[in-house]
């Protein structure tokens, strides 16, 4: 394995990856905001939410509920893993109402834990089922697609690997790279996990550590392709286009390619919303996450800027984006994902 410069300090939080993974939109110090109208009466209670979503992204949500409820809304920002092991150390002490995460994994591990309360039925009936976990105790909220970002300079379609499993092969050694230390890419691999079992999982991690080039931030490999320091990477699809509605300076020399046909490759991660057992308010906090997955939160995702997938409540996408039904993703439950043994191949197969 390649390791630029760049990445090495990704590589130095291996040791703590089990314990806290950046994904794309957390920070790692939690931070809290309040938004309040005053006008639709502060007597309908308060929630904390520990957010490991895009914190601007949460806080649209947030500015829109409140609007709505009068119901003040304390955020605490941090990733995905940093959160649900806090949750989880806090037990029955935790000041957290709701959690929002960007990926599957961290929810199951706080549900593993037995800390969800069930999720509202009138909740529930907004998302298909393909987008939550069969228990009920938590919902999706949004999705992400898998792609891999190739320098259209460098290759053609064609050159293009079939399947997700195919970079693991001698001719794409030193041609692609990824974020191992990210719960984004971990949620591909535990995704890898459930559909092809652990032998397939580990052969694959060990012909990836021998291919792949490691950056830190799926942001910092997709500038790398853009750049001409490798050939491809494997990262989500938003990341492609919240920079093509920017300038477009670390994404104009690649495009992504979707595999399709129920590959690993394409499979799509949902990103997760549960109220805590331990709410002091849990008619509030519901109420929160049916608004998220209700028809106002998910067009605050069709026509924002964070240009990850509605799921819920017949909103469409993003208009830019592949339709999530041309994804052709394979059937993954989110409440088999795990990520426990996620970090301890890829740690025995030397990636983190």
């Known amino acids: 394995m390649k390791i630029r410069n760049s990445a090495l300090a990704g590589l130095a939080l291996a040791a703590t990856a089990a314990l806290g993974l950046t994904a794309c939109g957390g920070s790692t110090t939690p931070a809290a905001t309040g938004s309040s109208d005053a006008s639709a009466g502060a007597g309908n209670g308060e929630i904390t939410v520990y957010n490991a979503q895009h914190e601007s992204l949460t806080k649209e949500w947030i500015d829109g509920f409140t609007a709505e409820t ?30 929002l995460t960007e990926n599957s994994p961290a929810m199951t591990q706080v549900e ?15 998302v298909p089922e393909e987008f939550r976990p069969s228990t009920g ?12 970002v190739y320098d259209k300079n460098k290759l ?42 652990e032998a397939a999982t580990e052969e694959w991690l060990k012909g990836m550590k021998e291919n792949f080039t490691a950056y830190k931030g ?38 992504p390619y979707y595999f399709k046909n129920q590959d ?13 057992k331990t709410s002091k308010n849990q008619e509030a906090a519901q109420e929160f996450l049916k608004y998220v997955t209700g028809k106002k939160g998910q067009e605050i995702l069709k026509d924002g800027t964070s240009f990850e997938y509605a799921i819920a409540s017949d909103v469409p996408a993003n208009e830019k984006l592949v339709p999530i039904a041309e994804l052709q993703a394979p059937t993954v439950d989110p409440a088999k994902l795990n990520s426990e043994k996620v970090t301890e191949l890829m740690t025995s197969a030397g990636l983190l």
């Not at 809304?73 to 959690?99: H, W, Y």
């Not at 990262?235 to 670390?250: F, L, P, R, V």
Request: no cysteine.
């Open 137 to 148: 105790k938590w919902t999706g909220i949004a999705a992400r697609s898998t792609v891999l």
């Open 70 to 99: 009068g119901i003040k809304v304390t955020m605490r920002q941090g990733s995905d893993t940093e959160l649900s092991n806090q949750i989880i150390q806090e037990g029955a002490a935790s000041p957290a109402d709701v959690f």
């Open 218 to 255: 799926n942001s910092t490999a997709m500038k790398a392709v853009n750049a001409g320091e490798v050939d491809a990477a494997l990262i989500y699809h938003y990341y492609y286009y919240g920079d093509q509605a920017k300038t477009g300076e670390n994404s104009n020399n690649v495009t």
């Open 264 to 276: 690993p490759g394409a499979f799509v991660s949902v990103s997760g919303g549960g109220v805590l």
């Open 156 to 197: 053609t379609e064609d050159q293009l690997p079939t399947s997700m499993l195919d970079l693991a092969n001698p001719e794409w050694k030193g041609k692609w790279a990824a974020s191992p230390s990210g719960a984004d890419f971990q949620a591909i691999v535990s995704a890898l996990l459930e559909l092809k079992g």
């Open 112 to 126: 593993n834990a037995d800390l969800f309360a069930d999720v509202d039925e009138a909740t529930i009936a907004q």
